[in-house]
């Protein structure tokens, strides 16, 4: 027993030492780390133009043994006139469904499920998307499958049909929505009669026929009107070379877009009301916001985010919902939308007798950002979340690829992440102070 002492203490000491001579510390406490440093990548290190003006973001990682492509087409609802309202969902629901010259909708699903992958396409406001995710052994049919459906959509009658009564169905169920009827009808107020806030009815959809989508298709679909993102387990001139293959097929076109008025009527300050037989209120306050390409951009996102974009750390969420106890869903936000202003609201979902109180508090707290200095502590905590959750625009190497092919496509830097903290740290109290004033504006509340 006493022999075992000796050597537990033996080493004990031993083993101190050596921590000690290693300039190891002996406390939690005094353990101290070099600061993490995270530098952007440049998008000018993946950016290439391929056959017939294609431009591609592209990414080699070899980490799964999978390949990511995604075709971002400069086109959407923003460019139909209004009596083709629902042509974007139909072409959204239709480009696969719908098949190509040599292959039906149904044949296309059936190959990409065989292979284990998934082909999707959407249609947004100004900007189109066609994904593909495919084992990278199966890169050469998925490719072939991508292009085809990109090049070629036939829109056959029968899934166009199809497409049809869903639409006509999920516009029926819309209505049984609260918050997307409060939604449409908040940009309806602010943005009035325009292209921003055209809407499908059922007979419009009824109306549009295969030769429309085929139209819109052969309007914006060539290389010049499209970016690719591209990332995954392949070489790089090697998928060049196979891309190529398609793109030098394919023509261009004269492009042209419909002119947009920017031009917004600005509406009757008040109250506007939408009826419906439900036991709680849903409302949005505000107005008009600004486009994200503005000066005050940043400024305005460490206000909002002070003012009741932060969660449980806002102003309005701590006074609505915590102190209150009035609702689970509220705070402010400022939207953006590519060429256009956005929206800024104050919002809340509450009890229909406790509506009038909620926005009462929401208007206060408005107020009280555009009169008082915020504290050091909320300037603290609002600037490290956007420093902290800045690597987030690079979670992914195709997230990344598809963030840098949209700042092309926007007209925006391609430095924009490699000043991005930089803009967001140079925020002060003032310039909220500032930006408050200047874009919270009581007198156009609806």
């Known amino acids: 027993m006493q022999k075992t002492r000796i050597i537990f203490w033996g080493l004990f000491l031993i083993l101190s030492a050596l921590s000690l001579l290693s300039g190891q510390v002996t406390r939690p406490e005094d353990l101290s780390f070099p600061p993490l440093k995270f530098e952007p990548p440049n998008p000018a290190d993946f950016r290439v133009v391929l056959a017939n003006g294609l431009r591609a973001y592209i990414k080699e990682d070899r980490a799964l043994p999978i390949v990511n492509l995604t075709a971002i087409i400069h086109t959407g609802s923003l460019y139909l006139p209004k009596e083709k ?32 992958g998934t082909l999707s396409f959407s249609v947004g406001e100004r900007t189109s998307t066609l994904s593909l995710s495919v084992l990278s052994k199966d890169l050469d049919e998925g490719l072939d499958l991508f292009f085809d459906v990109l090049m070629n959509p036939e829109f056959r009658e029968d899934s166009l049909k199809l497409a049809k009564g869903r639409l006509i169905e999920q ?24 292209p921003l806030t055209y809407q499908a009815s059922k ?7 295969s030769s429309d989508l085929k139209a819109f298709h052969g ?13 995954g387990d392949f070489s790089r001139e090697q998928l060049k070379s196979k891309i190529n293959r398609y793109a030098s097929k394919w023509a261009n076109k004269p492009l042209s877009f419909p002119a947009i008025s920017k031009s917004f009527p600005q509406p009757e300050p008040g109250v506007y009301f939408i009826q419906q037989k439900i036991n709680q209120g849903y409302v949005s306050v505000g107005h008009l916001g600004i486009e994200d390409t503005n000066p005050d951009y940043f400024a305005v996102q460490v206000m909002n985010f002070i003012l009741g974009g932060g969660s449980f750390t806002s102003r309005i969420t701590s006074k609505v919902r915590s102190d209150e106890g009035l609702a689970y869903n509220t705070g402010s936000r400022f939207t953006y939308r590519w060429g256009f202003p956005g ?26 950002v555009r009169q008082e200095l915020v504290t050091e502590a909320e300037m603290e905590t609002a600037i490290n979340y956007y420093l902290e959750s800045f690597a987030d625009f690079f979670q992914s190497p195709i997230g990344t690829m598809v963030n840098f092919a949209n700042l092309e496509l926007q007209g925006k830097p391609l430095n924009y992440y490699a ?9 002060t109290r003032e310039k909220v102070l500032e930006v408050a004033k200047k874009y919270i504006q009581p007198d156009k509340m609806v």
């Open 85 to 116: 309202a629902g042509l974007d969902s139909l072409l959204s629901d239709c480009l696969i469904k719908g098949g190509t010259k040599t292959r039906t909708g149904a044949v296309i699903e059936e190959r990409i499920d065989f292979l284990g």
């Open 171 to 194: 516009m029926r169920a819309a209505n049984d929505n609260p918050s997307l009827v409060l939604a449409r009808e908040y940009q309806k107020v602010l943005y009035g009669e325009h």
């Open 203 to 209: 007979a419009t959809v009824e109306s549009l026929i």
């Open 219 to 231: 309007r914006y679909f060539f290389p010049k009107n499209i970016i690719l993102a591209a990332a």
């Open 343 to 368: 929206t800024f609201a104050g919002y809340v979902q509450t009890k229909s007798e406790t509506v009038g109180y909620a926005i009462s508090l929401i208007l206060k707290e408005f107020e009280r």
């Open 419 to 427: 000043t991005f903290r930089d803009k967001i740290k140079a925020v």
